[in-house]
């Protein structure tokens, strides 16, 4: 049982951090109960493979993310860059009511009441995210982080224009800096943003999409806020409240997350064809990073 316990993770195809959260929420769903002396070994195993897992080749299971084939490269981080290259998008939006279930489909406010003054990436991560955003924003862009909360993670030294936080936790988005302005709203319950058309010149999310139950629509409206030639970036990690992310999420790997995502973009409509940079900062030794991009089309 503890071989099956500490194996079954990995032949799912997802990075230790995810992994485990996931995994072991899933056994205590299921009522499964280990003993005391079983856990710590668990424990004492599953961290001695922190180190290796990151940079662990992912197996090349079936994937459950529809139109998903496994990119033939050699490293990790190229594998995550080539997954939108050339992708086999289906015809049609592929997923089902399903792929967007949560194991808790309580009121999301209900979860979001509590201010959560923490980073939900490691420091490491947070660097690489600032660095990014340093190298592609430019001073006097207006801005919508969606998803925010108390830190954006953008450079100090930058000069945005108008930079509005939308968010779910008012005391969270009170405590950001960075922002101008904020709205409180759940997208999940009306994805509809608050804003007129052409309105920004850039849209960040940081490791939230996961918790979008309605992509579809979100998509389309980061589309319509976006001025022609403005951009998305999504930045993802391996880290989530499993009973927050839907489903689909918590059946796949980082690299199917870098399709899914990117699948969001081409069926909303409107985007010039979506990309990855993979900007894990130290791979195998902190958590790992990518961004999906796509830019709208000019015309």
């Given at each position: ?91 049609e939006w592929p997923y089902t009511e399903l792929d967007f279930k949560r194991m808790d489909e309580s009121d999301d406010s209900i979860f ?188």
């Amino acid at each position: 049982d503890l071989f099956f316990v500490l194996l079954t993770p990995f032949m799912l195809g997802k990075t230790f951090k995810y992994q485990a959260s996931d995994y072991f929420t899933r056994l205590l769903y299921c009522n499964t109960k280990l003993n005391f002396s079983t856990t710590m070994i668990a424990t004492v195993l599953l961290a001695s493979l922190v180190a290796q897992v990151s940079a662990f080749p992912f197996l090349p299971l079936p994937s459950r993310a529809p139109g998903f084939r496994y990119p033939l490269a050699m490293t990790v981080k190229s594998m995550a860059e080539k997954v939108l290259e050339n992708p086999k998008w289906p015809p049609e939006w592929p997923y089902t009511e399903l792929d967007f279930k949560r194991m808790d489909e309580s009121d999301d406010s209900i979860f979001y009441d509590s201010p959560r003054l923490c980073y939900h990436i490691d420091d490491a991560a947070v660097s690489a995210l600032t660095a990014y955003y340093a190298d592609n924003f430019q001073d006097g862009e207006d801005i919508l982080d969606i998803c925010s909360s108390w830190v954006s993670h953008y450079p100090k030294e930058w000069k945005g224009g108008n930079v509005v936080g939308l968010g779910m936790n008012e005391y969270e988005l009170s405590q950001n800096p960075q922002l101008s302005s904020y709205v409180v709203k759940d997208l999940n319950d009306e994805p509809v943003f608050p804003f007129d058309d052409a309105s920004f010149d850039k849209v960040t999310c940081v490791v939230s999409v996961d918790y979008l139950n309605k992509p579809l629509e979100v998509f389309k409206e980061i589309n319509r806020v976006l001025r022609p030639g403005g951009e998305c970036l999504i930045s993802m990690s391996n880290r989530c409240f499993p009973t927050k992310a839907f489903q689909i999420w918590l059946q796949t790997n980082d690299l199917e997350h870098i399709f899914i995502t990117g699948s969001f973009f081409y069926y909303a409509g409107g985007f010039d064809p979506p990309s990855c940079s993979d900007i894990s900062p130290n791979p195998g030794m902190s958590d790992p990073l990518f961004i999906v991009k796509a830019r709208k089309k000019s015309n």
